[in-house]
């Protein structure tokens, strides 16, 4: 499995991410986006508002190489971060049956699809060490 039952918890219950891309120059480009975890393929689909239209969307058709995190601070006494980044590959996907706004309606068919090919988790499966003894863990995924 790509994720924990912790991870996929994780994500559920988070708002937004960061999506890493490279620009045609070689920068890099990193947005807040909206996401959700894909169980039956077991990606990060991220759609929006006009997403076929954003610079992001058009990174990928380039360079198909990112990373999405996410993030929060669960306990600030004591200090508790949690981090989910996740390195892989993306693609331009259009959606036949698009993905709706809470209030119904229709967001862009274009969809960028992440395969996960490397997890970095740290503060999500284990929230009894103390936080200053957490280690992260690195796992690759389908031999990436």
């Known amino acids: 499995m790509t994720f924990t039952t912790f991870e996929i918890e994780f994500m559920a219950q988070a708002d937004v991410g960061r999506l890493a891309t490279i620009q045609p120059d ?3 480009q990193n947005s ?3 996401f ?3 169980e039956q393929l077991g990606t990060i689909d991220i759609a929006g508002y006009q997403m076929s239209r954003s610079r ?3 990174n990928i058709a380039r360079n198909n190489k990112v990373a999405f995190v ?3 601070i669960p306990s600030r006494d004591p200090w508790r971060v949690r981090c989910l ?3 892989g590959t993306a693609e331009q996907v259009l959606l036949q049956d698009p993905p709706r706004e809470p209030d119904g ?3 862009d068919s274009a969809v960028i699809r992440i395969t996960p090919r490397r997890v ?11 936080p200053h003894q957490l280690v992260a863990h690195v796992r690759n995924v389908d031999g990436g």
């Open 56 to 58: 992001k969307f058009r």
């Open 120 to 130: 970095i988790s740290f503060g999500i499966d284990d929230q009894k060490t103390e």
């Open 26 to 28: 070689g920068t890099p």
């Open 36 to 38: 959700t975890f894909n």
């Open 32 to 34: 807040p986006v909206g």
């Open 70 to 72: 996410i993030d929060d």
């Open 85 to 87: 980044e996740i390195r």
């Open 105 to 107: 309606e229709p967001l």
